[in-house]
């Protein structure tokens, strides 16, 4: 018995002294958080985001002549009301893993997109119409006999053509920018992000 207790004095100090260097808890288990990034997705998922329109509206006032000969006789003068719209849009379908970057703790994000571009011009049929034409002579034989059919596809190309500068030099670019960042802000909130940072690259002529 008493070398017993001597065995046990022995063995409680080592023990106390073990313990002293072993983890609070040597068993316990750490967590690696490895989730996707959710925002990304998101915005994989909408491809493009059209985010600013713009209406323009224009009166090309076209005249044809024929030399050496006076407008009562030959040609045409055309009045086209042309009522179209053009899209400001993000494209988000070429961004990769690195368009979003996370703070560790998920609370803050940067995101990097590319700069907003100007869709084709649409124009309103229902809202466009010829104002007025006036036609020579042998123009308006020329519908009687219908060897000269009427083509405003050069009248409309043109209206086009004017429009598209319309929205070019407009703010709709501008616009777009915003509208985007505050949507993606809202987006990225909804998903337990509190700060948001968006970045466009600068447009193509700009950086040229």
Do not use: C
């Amino acid at each position: 018995l008493v070398a017993a207790g001597a065995g046990v004095a022995v063995l409680v100090p080592v023990g106390l002294k073990v313990a002293d260097w072993l983890p609070e808890n040597p068993f316990g288990q750490d967590v690696v958080d490895r989730t996707t990034t959710p925002l990304l997705l998101a915005l994989e998922d909408l491809e493009e985001y059209h985010a600013a329109t713009g209406t323009f509206q224009v009166v090309v006032d076209r005249e044809v002549d024929t030399r050496y000969v006076p407008s009562v006789i030959s040609g045409e003068r055309v009045q086209l009301l042309a009522t179209g719209t053009a899209d400001a849009y993000v494209d988000f379908g070429t961004l990769d893993a690195g368009a979003v970057t996370l703070s560790p703790d998920g609370t803050t994000a940067t995101i990097e997109l590319p700069a907003p571009r100007l869709d084709e011009v649409r124009i309103d049929p229902e809202e466009s119409r010829v104002l007025d034409r006036d036609r020579g002579l042998v123009e308006r034989i020329g519908d009687a006999v219908g060897d000269d059919p009427v083509d405003d596809s050069a009248l409309y190309a043109e209206a086009e053509d004017r429009l598209a500068a319309a929205a070019a030099g407009s703010d709709l670019l501008e616009r777009a920018e915003t509208n985007t960042r505050d949507m993606l802000t809202g987006l990225a909130r909804s998903l337990g992000v509190d700060e948001v940072e968006v970045r466009f690259d600068e447009p193509a002529d700009a950086a040229g």
